[in-house]
């Protein structure tokens, strides 16, 4: 009698990956990318897409209205270290509908393992998430202003052009870009629902506002204009053109002055260290 | 209005992270009333400063936003909503029991809060803390319907609310006058406007357009929400 197996492995064609192995880098590149085409809609769906070039169209708005008022008036009407704070509503409702994107589904599907599963490690994950939205928020800032610049060479207006405006205000994009999007993304990682991740940053950027508006007319009506400026700095906004006009020499865009801008750059950087930190620890947690 | 839904809703609201943003913010906004009060001292113009930028401007929307969406949108989220939905119990009932539950937290946050922020830099001096805190209750009321609606209607709903609230009501009606008159901020404005007599304080709207205006909004909203949880379709998104 013939003992018949019971059970077979077929073969049915699997077979082994022989090619290189790119490694942690390109992996941490990878993620980086794909999450900086994320924020913008690309490889989404349609109806993802609709949010975030409804928002570069907003940015883009000023500059048109900048370039046709500088060929047919022939003034300088919008300085450019003055954009960013005068489109601060917009870059708080793109920083909160889109940080969310980047952290929560990961967390909320519980998908992190996967990720680490692979030579990713959690610093290298946070990194890459950090980065696409610093690039996405840098981008958002800086081609309005490019633009506008090459408009105004093209224009030529009477006078120097403003090659120093330009480039202190590309200076403070880079800040800009820096502190709210590891701000943002710090509020955002806290919690794996998107709805409610969109609630907490924009009630940052809103709350944060309100109290430094609040703070400083009352304490410019009672006198205390020694401190009131301070109370600007509340604002990460206000925080950043600070750290700008110190560093590039700027005017600042409220008109007012602002303290010492080393006190700034100190907060600016304080801010930053503790927003990274946060996350940091967020998602050690959370992988493990 | 059924009691079992609004107990599940009110129990789903409260015993998750939300409440801390439904806290914060109200404890925030009498933690700086007594800031002010400590610099200043009883001063009508920085309470009516606060009032304007903070209560109506700030809190009142966020929480709006964070209660209307919050009873409704998480639940189609998780697709958990067909349960409810499968129950003999008529759509629109559902929508009330829903803007019940999200009107009255906004209510007790926002007007309590309002009210005592207001009393503490003021006391009752010329009507500006019982003003405002009407402002608040009825405008918080319209906010939680707009946002329940906004809840059902498209998945992004938070992001459309902030888009209004923020840009619209902020930006657009900071520049456009003709754009205060359909701002649910405004119509809270001009409420509070009425009881108060503070000569540091004019609304932009009138009485006569702000209060059939709240009232057509919230009702509008709420029959709406009804009507599209009638049809609510449960597709797939990013």
Redesign the interface.
Known sequence: MTTEPTAVIHDIGYRHYDGVRLGRGRATLALGVQSLRGVFGLGRTTRAKIMPLLLVAIMLMPTVVSIGVMALAKQYVMPYPGYAIFMQAVIAVFLAAQSPYLVAPDLRFRVLPLYLSRPLTVTDYVLAKLTALAIALFGLLAVPLTIQFVGELLVDLPGPPHTGDYLGALGGAVLFALLLSTVSIALASFTPRRGLGVAVVIAFFMFTAAVSTTFFAVLSVSGRDSVAPWALLLNPFFLVDSVQSALFGTAPATGEGYPSGIASCAILLAVIALAVTGVLLRYRKAAS | MNTVVADITYRAMLGR??IW?LIL?PV?LVA?AAL?RL??GH?E??AV??MK??AI??MLP?LG??AG??VI??EI?DGTIIHLLSKPISRPVIAVTKFVVAASLVAVFAAVSTFAAAYLLTGSESGVATGFTLGALFGGIAYAAVFLLLGVLT?????VG??YA??WE??VGGYVPGARKFSIQQWAQSLADQISSSPFFSSEVTLGFAVPAVVLVTVGAVVWTGQRLRSLSLTG??
């Open positions: 992270k939300r943003l913010l925030a700086l002010l610099i200043n001063d113009q920085t400063t606060l930028s903070f401007g700030t966020l936003l964070i969406t919050g949108a998480p989220e998945r992004h709903a938070v992001a902030v888009i923020l840009l902020g930006v998104d990013d």
